[in-house]
């Protein structure tokens, strides 16, 4: 698997620990930030970062995978 | 005439003009009009995309469930950023095959996999019978927003049948570029009622977001984490749902068939990285849902909540300006679905009997598919209103099942078509069973999950099961080595 690919699916996997297998750590209210409750600031916060976290991949990608020919830009 | 009427009316006629406006000048084969010719960019893309994935639902469901269950509601913002994320990694991948194979529709993908017309046949079926409930959902929103926003000046099937007509009319002569210019005017006025409306009733009657949680994490706390007010619907079931539906989003046919209309791989990958922002407007709904909790405890159906605090907040104009955003908001999704149902039918289960039947008759057939779905869905809509909430749930659960058909298919080369079909059978049958008999959630877990789990078992222990060289070599994917 080319370096770039590697890279990317570690970031791409960080949605699925932060918003499936962390959410038993998170269940709860306090403490509220931003006026929400910890809950749902937690999975907000994850929702916004996965564009971050994406546009990072897509980088890395470019960055270390060869291009491959025949590719529509 | 009221102004509501008037503004519902006008939203659906110009969507409906600029639909068939849409495809005036294209030649209308099978390549234009399922994934119009593909060529769309990364703007088409997300608006298409974003048309048929936030739909009625996302106005009364994620308000209603946020208003009767809490907590679990948050499960919306969570599967689809987990089916985003994934889309990252996928998408691009079928898109090439797609481009390189001449690829239309989900059941195509698995015909060219695995070799195998009657795996396509099967596959479209279960497409198919998954659909329709969905689309009469769209369906019933429609009538149900429309009805309430006209303050009961439209009935509730007069809306349907209008709004289902043009829609029709669109999909016909336009196909798929005509659902992605509606999705225009559609994202343009959901968004504008939603951010009006979200950020509007916490401040009208609290003064703001901040203040309104603070209200609720007083009065009652418990609502706002898992499982909240939703009973079974703790912390496992949550984890196990939000991996069931992200996992099986784009499994969706059409959703999946969406993808073959973006110009290259690249645009692809770049709509995977900004759809996550989308789901901020879903976020608005939910305060809506909350505030309403609040003004207006004690509704009999949570579903009414958005509406009935809209009602109570605005002036009748206005709540003509939700009605029409809602009625748009059910058309785009409808027509891509139509769509899609439509091509299944005649490309992969017609066209799979009849291999040597032309484009040009499987193109007139999808047309006149096209008249036979929407009549079906309008009878089930008006003769059967509530009949179908369970078949959707069971097509939710049955079109994730193909995750593993199609993610095996593209990164393991032993995965055979005989594993695929028995893990179907398996999954689709464990589901249908766990449902039936009311062991829906089965140990805490959501039913499709376990479904999931023993079909994908079941593909990986039949694929090792066959004999290496009995394989013919594979058309397939894996061995696309640049892939």
């Known amino acids: 698997m080319p370096k770039g690919t590697k890279l990317a699916l570690i970031l791409g996997a960080i949605p699925f620990l932060t918003l499936v297998f962390a959410l038993p750590l998170v269940n709860r209210i306090h403490p509220v930030i931003l006026g929400l409750p910890f809950l749902l600031f937690w999975i907000l916060a994850w929702v916004m970062l996965t564009p971050v976290l994406l546009f990072a991949a897509y980088k890395l990608e470019k960055k270390y995978n060869p291009p491959q020919e025949g590719e529509d830009r | ?483």
């Open chain 2, 1 to 483: 005439m009221n102004s509501a009427l008037i503004i519902i009316l006008a939203a659906i006629l110009i969507s409906a003009g600029v639909g068939i406006f849409a495809g005036r000048k294209m030649k209308m084969n099978l390549e234009n009009w399922t994934v119009g010719g593909r060529r769309f960019g990364v703007v088409l893309i997300w608006l298409l995309m974003a048309g048929e994935i936030y739909t009625t639902f996302t106005f009364l469901g994620a308000s209603g469930w946020a208003y009767s269950k809490g907590g679990p509601t948050y499960y919306i913002l969570i599967y689809g950023t987990l089916a985003y994320s994934l889309s990252f990694f996928i998408l691009p991948l079928l898109w090439k095959i797609g481009k390189k194979h001449g690829l239309h529709t989900q059941p195509d993908f698995f015909v060219h996999r695995y070799n195998s017309r009657a795996l396509g046949i099967f596959v479209a079926l279960i497409g198919v019978f998954s659909i329709i409930p969905y689309l009469q959902l769209q369906l019933a929103g429609l009538g149900f927003i429309v009805e309430v926003a006209s303050n009961g000046a439209v009935s509730s099937k007069a809306a349907i049948l209008l709004s289902f007509i043009l829609t029709c009319a669109f999909v016909y002569t336009s196909g798929i570029r005509g659902a992605a210019w509606v999705a225009v005017i559609k994202d343009i006025l959901m968004l504008l009622a939603v951010g009006i409306v979200g950020i509007g009733v916490p401040a009208i009657y609290f003064g703001g977001i901040d203040k309104m949680f603070a209200l609720l994490i007083e009065k009652m706390p418990q609502h706002l984490v898992f499982p909240g007010s939703g009973g079974h619907m703790n912390v496992w079931w949550v984890m196990s749902t939000v991996l069931l539906t992200g996992l099986g989003f784009y499994m969706w046919p059409h959703v999946f068939g969406s993808a073959f209309s973006a110009k290259s791989a690249e645009t692809i990958k770049r709509n995977a990285i900004i759809m996550p922002l989308y789901q901020i407007p879903i976020l608005l709904v939910f305060f809506v849902g909350f505030t309403a909790l609040l003004v207006i405890p004690g509704l009999e159906n949570g579903d009414t909540a958005f509406l009935s605090l809209v009602n109570k907040a605005y002036p009748p104009w206005f709540m003509g300006f939700v009605g029409a955003a809602g009625a748009v908001t059910a058309m785009v999704p409808s027509a891509i679905l139509v769509l899609f149902a439509s091509t299944l039918i005649s490309k992969n289960i017609y066209k799979g009997f009849k291999p040597g039947a032309s484009d040009e008759t499987v193109m007139r057939l999808s047309r006149i598919m096209v008249l036979v779905i929407t009549t079906v869905a309008l009878i089930f809509a008006v003769l059967l209103p509530n009949e179908l909430v369970n078949l959707l749930i069971l097509g939710y659960d049955g079109v994730c099942q193909f995750f593993p058909g199609v993610v095996l298919g593209l990164f393991w080369k032993r995965a055979t078509k005989t594993g695929v079909f028995g893990g179907l059978v398996v999954g689709i049958g464990l589901v249908a069973l766990l449902i039936l008999t009311g062991n829906d959630p089965f140990l805490g877990l959501n039913a499709g999950f376990v479904g999931l789990c023993l079909n994908a078992v079941v593909v990986v222990a039949l694929s090792l099961m066959e004999k290496k060289e009995r394989r013919p070599e594979e058309p397939g994917l894996a061995a696309e080595k640049r892939i």
